[in-house]
């Protein structure tokens, strides 16, 4: 069993700063990939950023320059995501992703977090 875990929303005016947190635990073999999308209210979700094994990022053009990802060295299970100059269309709920191999397990799998909701607002 794997859970993701985030935290870190909240409400920030337009030029703010906002930093989330997503920790992987359980029955973990390998994380393939650890990254965020977000879903604003009557649209999709949105790819904002993943990291690979690697080290590799793929951010979204509308994040770039703004956005940063990282990760703890030692266990690789948490990542965070410093999110700066924010702006009203960045408000949604973002959700931590991961794609893992379990313990035991011959496949990977996706995970989710539960959400937390970011608004950038004056």
């Known amino acids: 069993q794997v859970q993701l875990v985030e935290s870190g929303g909240g409400l920030v005016q337009p030029g703010g700063s906002l930093r989330l947190s997503c920790v992987a635990s359980?029955?973990?073999?390998?994380?393939?990939?650890m990254g965020w999308y977000r879903q604003a209210p009557g649209k999709q979700r949105e790819l904002v950023v993943v990291?690979?094994?690697?080290?590799?990022?793929?951010y979204a053009d509308s994040v770039k320059g703004r956005f940063f990802i990282s990760r703890t060295n030692a266990a690789k299970n948490t990542v965070f995501l410093q999110m700066n100059s924010l702006k009203p269309e960045d408000t949604a709920v973002y959700y931590c992703?991961?794609?893992?191999?379990?313990?035991?397990?011959?496949?990977?799998?996706?995970?989710w977090g539960q959400g937390t909701q970011v608004t950038v607002s004056s």
């Open positions: 992703n991961a794609n893992i191999l379990g313990s035991g397990s011959d496949y990977s799998t996706n995970y």
């Open positions: 990291l690979n094994s690697g080290g590799g990022t793929n």
């Open positions: 359980g029955s973990i073999n390998r994380i393939n990939t």
